[in-house]
C-alpha cells in the first residue's frame, strides 16, 4: 500500500514534490510498478534497474548529488544500452524526475533546473 509511505499531501504542494515520497522506508518495487501503472507506465526490468540505480545511488550519497551529475552518472552506467536515448525511451517525462518519482527518492537538486532540459 502507498499509504505506508506519507505521500506528499496534494494540496498545497508544488509540482516538484507532489506525489513523491516523505519516507524512503518501506519501499517496494511492486509499490513503484503500482504507481508506474497508474500514470499509464509499464516498469520492465529495465525500467527498474534504473530504478535500483538510483536507490543505490541515494543510498551512498544522499541528496548531495545534484541533477546534472546523477544525469552523467546514469548515462555512463548505461552506455551499453544506449545512453541517454534509451533511458529516455524508458522514462519519457525525463529519467531523473520520473524515475526518482517510481524509485520513492526526493528529486535532486537542480532536476527542475530550466537550462538542465528536463520537461515539463
Keep these: 500500500m502507498l499509504d505506508i509511505n506519507k505521500m506528499m499531501e496534494q494540496e498545497g504542494a508544488g509540482p516538484a514534490v507532489r506525489g513523491y515520497l516523505i519516507d524512503l522506508e518501506p519501499w517496494t518495487e511492486e509499490q513503484a510498478i503500482e504507481m508506474a501503472r497508474r500514470d499509464g507506465l509499464e516498469l520492465t526490468d529495465n525500467h527498474l534497474a534504473i530504478v535500483r540505480y538510483l536507490r543505490d545511488c541515494y543510498a551512498d550519497h544522499g541528496a ?11 548515462e555512463a552506467e548505461f552506455a551499453g544500452q544506449g545512453g541517454h536515448k534509451f533511458l529516455y525511451n524508458l522514462f519519457p517525462l525525463g529519467p531523473i524526475a520520473q524515475a526518482s518519482h517510481y524509485a520513492g527518492l526526493p528529486m535532486p537538486p537542480g532536476t527542475r533546473d530550466l537550462s538542465f532540459g528536463t520537461t515539463h
Design 64 to 74: 548531495t548529488v545534484n541533477a546534472r551529475m546523477l544525469a552523467r552518472t546514469l
